[in-house]
């Protein structure tokens, strides 16, 4: 079992920066694909970002691509999300999730989430 706990979410201007952290606590990961995902009200879930816990390889959707990275930092066990350039378009609540093996884009295919931290852009 998998414990994920999002924090750092919270309001800013557009054109702002902010970084998410997810903190992963439980089984060993170093196997698994981490992802970020983001659901604003009324819509469906969608993927934002990808990597391997091996920092093998990474994956971004086209609407975040340029402006967001995903990194891990293996010591703390932590995925990063950070997000610069920020577009109202962005506001949403952003969640951390996990599954064994290659990565995926489709919410259905992870099987550990967290929480959900909310991301606020004015403009």
């Known amino acids: 079992q998998v414990q994920l706990v999002e924090s750092g979410g919270g309001l800013v201007q557009a054109g702002g920066s902010l970084r998410l952290s997810c903190a992963a606590s439980?089984?060993?990961?170093?196997?698994?694909?981490m992802a970020w995902f983001r659901q604003a009200p009324g819509k469906e879930r969608d993927f934002v970002a990808a990597?391997?816990?091996?920092?093998?390889?990474?994956y971004f959707a086209d609407s975040v691509k340029g402006r967001f990275t995903i990194f891990v930092d293996n010591a703390e066990n932590t995925v990063y999300l950070q997000m610069n350039s920020l577009k109202p378009e962005d506001t949403a609540v952003y969640y951390c999730?996990?599954?064994?093996?290659?990565?995926?884009?489709?919410?259905?295919?992870?099987?550990?989430w967290g929480q959900g931290t909310q991301v606020t852009v004015s403009s």
């Open positions: 990597i391997k816990w091996t920092a093998s390889s990474t």
């Open positions: 999730a996990g599954r064994i093996d290659s990565l995926r884009e489709r919410p259905s295919e992870y099987v550990y």
């Open positions: 439980g089984r060993t990961i170093s196997t698994y694909s």
